[in-house]
């Protein structure tokens, strides 16, 4: 009897035992079934993927709430997308009892959203766990048929300013034109009044109707049509029934085709931008070129605005986040804007480019391409005409000639001839005798051979080569000095640096490779071969003439110290190069000679840079020229011109170079 009842009672201790342990896997299991619910949840918010957080949601919970999953998955998109909250994340993390909690972090567009605390509720249906929602899932202080609101305070953009205070990029008021349905009439008047209307804005009726036809007019409704430049004659749009006119405020470039590549434009935000630069969400206009683009994050400042939780009554319950806006910086340049539009003019819409600087400083005065482009246009929103005349136009009106490598020609003698001094090599009292207009070292050079322009001179110094651009003077100089020094001599110059103004630019380069042949090292020595140097680049280099051996890098920005590099040629050889350019205008057979002043107070040398694909044949020639202060050096000329055929970047600029040594 009583091992039978010891059976029966071990019998009840393993059925406790097994019971037991099925419940404990079966809370696990429905730890496992919460947390599931609670992590679909925090995963589509952090990615916001909005239709994964709904499958989180219970269907009747969200009804309670006057919606439905569909519009509060659309709520979701509304708030955390159409506010461009970003870099949602997650921390403290709870489920116990069929409830959580969970902290989430993100990014607004006016500052950080911190430490903001959701709870909620667990409810198991079918064998699964959904979240009891409500609005408070969405904002922890969020109520039944709350809404947020975003406010705005955009910040006025700065200005780009020129050496005087004078605006280069500014803000202006423009007529904008826009229609008043109510006042457009009915029936055949009304059909009238469109027809007018299409006519006088050079549009289609059925454009004219679908502008009136969007979902936002109503009738008292201002309808834009467009905004005008202010100069521009307005008497086409004036009188028409239904039509009125407001000032609207948009950016503005006094300086229009002058200083287009260098300003450049603003243009409207895109999701592209946004997505390249998340504090773009909020702003209008973004630079797009030029200036406007390299300088955008100063010129435009800082977006203010608040985020702000409100009610049905449309009373504020709470202030989620608020930035003070901060107005962009003004910017001033070195730019003075009456040399900017001369020197612009001066090029006459060939394809061209002058720079201007004080060399002393490395001021850049003036930065100029031809032709050009008038950037207020796009500013307007550029029709697809006057788009298509610049994309057509073979000259690309667009490109940043100034930026833009090149050979530069016999301008770039004058380094070699200041490498030759230093390296003691070249002296104003050596000559070289040299008959007829072509030359070759020897027969090594099979059928090539280095050319020149005169032969008035055999025997020719260092004076003479300049004066009259004598290429196999230079030549012969290049293979005496040798290609280790010369080069040595070339390398204390900035090649292949990028500088720092603002401006996107690659670093000029002696060769593609390496020099690896005497043709080349003699070619480079006048300034061709594979040598490519932008006109800013050009202006850097030469700035050792009259700085008497100091290299002076750009300076476009007042205030923005531009570094210096000292000897990177002697002061002998500065003097030396300086007397002979001196001679290359005052002298009556100097290439530069139409620049003289009777003075000697203007040093000046010319270049051709031919382009061609072989020997003996006739290629496209890019004219330089160098002008510079003989005597202190307070300003330095490089100005370039592209298959230059009946002028000449001398003659261009002969009124402008004159013009700054009288100053």
Known sequence: MNKKIMIIGVGVVALV??????????????????????????????????EMLGKSLREESVEKQGLTKETAIEKYDAIFNGLNITNISSSKTKVED????????????????????????????????????????????????????????????????????MPLATKHEYPQYGMIPMELGTGEERAKNIKAISKAFDMKESDVNALLEQSWVNDETFVPIKT??????????????????????????????????????????????????????????????????????????????????????????????????????????????????????????????TVVTDPSTGAL????????????????????????????????????RFATGYAPGSTFKTLTAAIGIDAGVTSPEKTHEINGLKWQKDGSWGDYFVTRVSDAVSNVNMNDALIYSDNIYFAMEALEIGQEKYLAGLEKFPFGEKMSVNIPMVGAQISNDDIDSEILLADTAYGQGQLLINPIQQAVMYSVLPNKGRLQYPQLIVGKEAKQEDKIISENAANLVTQALIQTVENPNGTAHVLATGNNNIAAKTGTAEIKEKQDTKGQENSFLLAYDANDGKYLVVSMIEDAKDTSAVRQNQELVQRLANQ
Do not use: C
């Not at 099925?22 to 429905?30: E, S």
């Not at 925090?42 to 993927?49: L, R």
């Not at 683009?293 to 203010?304: E, I, S, T, Y």
């Open 98 to 165: 069929k409830n959580f909690s969970v902290t989430f972090n993100m990014t607004t567009p006016f500052g950080e959203l911190k430490n903001q605390a959701y709870s909620g509720k667990l409810v198991k249906e079918s064998g699964t766990y959904k979240i009891d929602w409500n609005y408070s899932l969405i904002f922890p202080e969020m109520k039944k048929a709350d809404k947020v609101y975003m406010n705005t305070d955009d910040p006025t953009r700065g200005d780009i300013i020129d050496i005087n205070k």
């Open 17 to 50: 035992v097994v019971s037991g342990s099925g419940y404990f896997f079966y809370q696990q299991h429905d730890k496992k079934l919460q947390s599931q619910a609670v992590n679909q949840f925090i995963s589509g918010f952090e990615t916001k993927d909005f």
């Open 228 to 353: 005008v430049d202010f100069s521009a004659d307005q008497s086409p749009y004036e009188g028409l029934t239904g039509v009125i006119s407001k000032a609207v405020t948009k950016r503005y470039y006094p300086l229009g085709e002058a200083a287009a590549q260098l300003i450049g434009y603003t243009g409207s935000v895109t999701a592209e931008d946004i997505e390249a630069d998340s504090e773009l969400s909020g702003f209008s206009d973004t630079g797009k070129t030029g200036l406007e683009a390299q300088l955008d994050k100063k010129l435009r400042g800082k977006a203010g605005g608040k985020i702000e939780i409100v009610s049905k009554e449309e009373e504020v319950r709470k202030v989620l986040v608020e930035q003070k806006r901060k107005d962009g910086e003004t910017i001033q340049l070195n730019i003075d804007s009456s040399l900017q539009k001369e020197a612009f003019v001066a090029l006459n819409n060939l394809a061209g480019s």
């Open 365 to 400: 005065k003036a930065v100029v391409s031809s032709p050009s482009y008038d950037p207020n246009k796009f500013i307007l929103g550029i029709s697809q005409k006057d788009y298509d005349d610049y994309g057509n136009n073979k000259l690309n009106p667009f490109l940043a």
